[in-house]
């Protein structure tokens, strides 16, 4: 990813385009994972050892609400983050935690009123269950 797309992308959101803000996105496009918030921290300070672990963390949190990046629950343990633009769905492992982006699959709204006065900002699956790595061994046993 250029530096000139990161900041572009980081201008969509109207967010100012700080060295460690730029850092955080920077990091968070080029990554083919979804690395944990201390991830993110660890990569980022080996690259620029001023940006303190707040600071990463705020960054993360403003992203995540300009929607340049996505944060994924992980029950029991670390949410994860993701940048990538496409649209897409969740895989994650019950054993490992592991995090897998899954092809996107159209989720059909729910009916008007179903759900209160609430209004969807979007529909998003997250599929649960054992990774290709720990569905093997769990069957094996």
Known sequence: MDAVAIKRSLAGGRLRC???????????MEHG????AAEIFE??????PRSSRATTYNN??????????REVAVEGRAARF????MR????ICDRCGNV???EWYDVPRPTSGSLGRRIVRECELIFRGL???CGPRHASR
Do not use: I, S, W
Request: with cysteine.
């Open 18 to 28: 700080t060295p460690q803000r730029y850092a955080v996105m920077a990091f968070l």
């Open 33 to 36: 994972g979804h690395p944990t």
């Open 43 to 48: 990569a980022v300070n080996r690259v620029d």
């Open 60 to 69: 993360l949190r403003d992203l995540v609400k300009a929607g340049l990046v």
């Open 82 to 85: 993701d940048a990538k633009g």
């Open 88 to 91: 897409h769905h969740h895989f």
């Open 100 to 102: 897998e982006d899954m």
């Open 131 to 133: 990774c290709t790595k």
